[in-house]
């Protein structure tokens, strides 16, 4: 059979073979044929270890072992080995051999048990198996004892029945029974603190002695290996040894001097004598401190990391590494050669040596050290960058002595390996740049001379167009020069062209993206000359597919467009600004974030002098929180909905910029450059920000109530202030009035909907769908179908026919009605936290059946989220299939048609219904966008 | 995995021992840890792509999933043992290499093709230098009398049972 399978050319072909077999197979195992069985299991192992399934031969097993002659037993116990695992619990049958005779029965019982044995079997045989450890052969002692090992395993609290019987076997001469009585003297240290002092107390001494027995033994060749007699057992002697040493001085006392001989006598010029001094060297740490001894084995170590094997070069790392905590400075020596170890070209041996460099990394050589890795980045691998650079920015940002260096060191990691470097680090980076006032112009500079040889790396990309969008005029005009630094000419446009090259760039995702059109909004205000060039780069991303851009670009164009009044008054105010932003971003939402101290974020609301601001903190604080105004939270919080607050509108619907669960920070980040220009008092927002969007942060609770109780008494004068700012006068909320709609429209039907509410009763909803036929021909057995969430609860009233004329002569409707058990309820939440306030809870967990989300509120409309479970498709949606949706007691009519028969089709029609969506955007009302957890990538 | 993942025994544990072609063919595999089926062909699967892609002259042990799986190359063949972060890593080569030693002394000059004829011979013999993990026998000479030793019960068994075959056979005829 192996040979027909063999012979096999394809997969194909052995499969044939392989399924003849087993169906021969099964068959003999019907006729419960005993002639060939044991041939017949043979060949199932042989199909198992091909990967195919056998357990239909499981019973087989038990079969032959149950059967009287030593092949079939021995065949049998193997197949039990191999197809079983401890899990199947047919291995009871297997015991009764334990107590056979000859020998070698017992033997392959012992070995089964002590291969797959479950707990319960272990504790039924532990007698059994604690007998057998006295055998009088030998070799079922040696198993007996292994065995007891994997029971003692399985069952820890048998331990004390076997301290006796496995110290008799560290008296035996017998190496295999002697090496096994010593593992499982091991174990047993291991296991129970009693079995511990009773092996230190009673057998150390031998044991020792036994070990220099061993080493002085003269050549023997039934245990010579490479010249030394049984080096197995030297490493299990060894290991014993260890464990007693550890932690009791006078045993380490009594075993110094012959680790001292195996440390200095063992031959180091092959594998075997090696791995006893890397043993030794090993236990020598551990035990207790011996000063000569230690200098001996970090030596051996040195020894061995300037050994040409590899192996021997990965041991000396792993063990070095041990090391460090015991004698850092001894291990400090080798640095050099654990550097060169980094740049070893096999990876298991550059992963050990990063590790160590890692520990090895403090203040005073942190400089040279990580110059060394980053020099050696830009050579290394690919796959093994990934490692480095979170290794050199962990070590960089731990240990870095002075901000400069920082910037500079971080410069070179991101122009080197961007791509690399985690979120957390380049957010870190932003920090740190915002808070080196001094380093602003420096670092805006470098990054503009990075990002021309390194536009490749993305987070360089994120980092340079962020802090040109902060700092562009400092590049411009070579503010803050340092005396090391070569001037450079870069005009206005130049630092345009560097955002332009970042957005267009195809390789940009939708963060970077997303940060350049704040970026260019910046830059729009600090560099007039070149305000219409930037319109125009944001113009074409009105037509972006991707929303989140989108809706940038159309907010930010409206802002440069058609409200010059106030971004005249913006530019002026926008030096004080960034100062003021940077600490409030500091304080309020990067506590720890960064090696930055940090400042108590309550104070800050209150901490801006001018008089707009507290208002405009309000207005912000509105426009974040009022999509959870919650049917508790006063009435003034909808109120405030109600009226047009634009520039709070856009500021949180850039905000909900970054649409990752982790992207907290940047969407701080984003959140404080998409408003400055909108007001200047961004400061508190960022602050009360992030605090409501990051319960992580410590000061989460203190800082939203202080803030929201300022919201509640200032309430009134913002609203008078907020007329005036807005551009247009407030036209919605003005009650319960439904409009109709058409939900649908084609060439060859129309659907009309009708809203109404019962009074007293704003659950419901009874829309009255209206059908009109367009077309020639009469429609017969017209039935229409509706589908809401699980929240809402549908009535479908009849049809008044399921005829529909033709050519518009007639119509039928059919009423729907509409239950909302969440009505009043808090429909949108704030921030990351809310999915489930909709009505589906634990979203992770159970995904309905399909779920609904409110992601912006506009005057004609609700935007809507719709998340399929099983595709884990997010898409646009416009409101008509699922006709009403209730928010604030209003009903939101929308005018888009959506019908899908697939998910490309879906595809299809949100890209259509977000197209269609842009006569709307700008004339929003306010804006809630729901920040998910997993945003599409298109 | 779940209960030995966090092993801290300090005594040397081989988890499994898996034999593969270079082709990445199975030759023999034997877990002293439960694994599960499924996990077996992922485990095989994984260490497959990450030990037959290493160049030669590397060091023979891979890092994963918080063990060590030391390898070494006869021939056309991978013999893998995993032991734990802690055990010493020289020392399962020495084990790897006792074991091969060992075959090769009871085939005479082992080859892939003998493996695979005789894989239930290269499992028994394997039985006899491990047990559980742990280091059973330290000297191939003990090892092949074992061995030999039982070889010869199945012959004896092989023999009586044909000839009493033969008697019933001349019996009913």
Redesign the interface.
Known sequence: MIRAIRACKTAAEERAVVRKECAAIRAAINENDTDYRHRNLAKLMFIHMLGYPTHFGQMECLKLIASPGFPEKRIGYLGLMLLLDERQEVLMLVTNSLKQYPVYIVGLALCALGNICSAEMARDLAPEVERLLQFRDPNIRKKAALCSIRILKKVPDLAENFINPATALLREKHHGVLITGVQLCTDLCKISTEALENIRKKCTDGLVRTLKDLANSPYSPEYDIAGITDPFLHIRLLKLLRVLGEGDADASDSMNDILAQVATKTESNKVAGNAILYECVQTIMSIEDNGGLRVLAINILGRFLSNRDNNIRYVALNMLMKAVTADGQAVQRHRATILECVKDSDASIRKRALELVYVLVNDTNVKPLAKELIDYLEVSDQDFRADLTAKICSIVAKFSPEKIWYIDQMLKVLSEAGNFVKDEVWYALIVVITNASELHGYTVRALYRAFQTSAEQETLVRVTVWCIGEYGDMLVHNVGMLDIEDPITVTESDAVDIVEIAINRHASDLTTKAMALVALLKLSSRFPSCSERIREIIVQFKGSFVLELQQRAIEFNAIIAKHQNIRSTLVERMPVLDEAAFIGRRAGSLPGAASTTTVPSVSLPNGVAKPVAPLVDLLDLSSDDAPAPSSSGGDFLQDLLGVDLAPASQQSGAGQASKSGNDVLLDLLSIGSASAPTSSSTVDILSSDSSNKAPVLPLDDLSSVSLSSKASSNAAPMMDLLDGFAPSPPTENNGPVYPSITAFESNSLRLTFNFSKQPGNPQTTVIQATFTNLTSNTYTDFVFQAAVPKFLQLHLDPASSSTLPAAGNGSITQNLKITNSQHGKTIFGVGHSTLSEIGHNDLDSSIPSFSLFVLCEYDYGVHLLILFPKTFMWFMYISTKIFVYECQSQILPLKASFRCRSIEEIVCSKLYATLNMQNYVVQRKFIRVKVCDVWPQY | MEEHGNT?????QIQFVILISRQGK???????S????KER?KI?RELNGLIISR?P???????WRGFKVVYKRYASLYFCMCNDEED????T???I??YVETLDRYFGSVCELDL??N??KA??IL?EIL??G?????????TLR?IN??ED??ET??ME?SSLSNIIAQATK
Do not use: M
Not at chain 2, 26 to 32: A, D, G, I, N
Not at chain 2, 34 to 37: D, E, G, I, T
Not at chain 2, 57 to 63: I, P, R, T
């Open positions: 801290v025994y300090g005594n040397q199975v030759r023999l595999t034997k877990w002293y439960p694994y599960s089926q062909s095989i160049a002259k590397l060091c023979n042990f891979v890092e010493n890593e020289l020392e080569l020495t084990i290499h006792h695979i004829f894989f239930h499992y028994f039985d047990l559980a742990g280091l059973q026998e330290t000297s191939k000479r003990t074992l030793a039982q019960l199945v068994a092989k049972a």
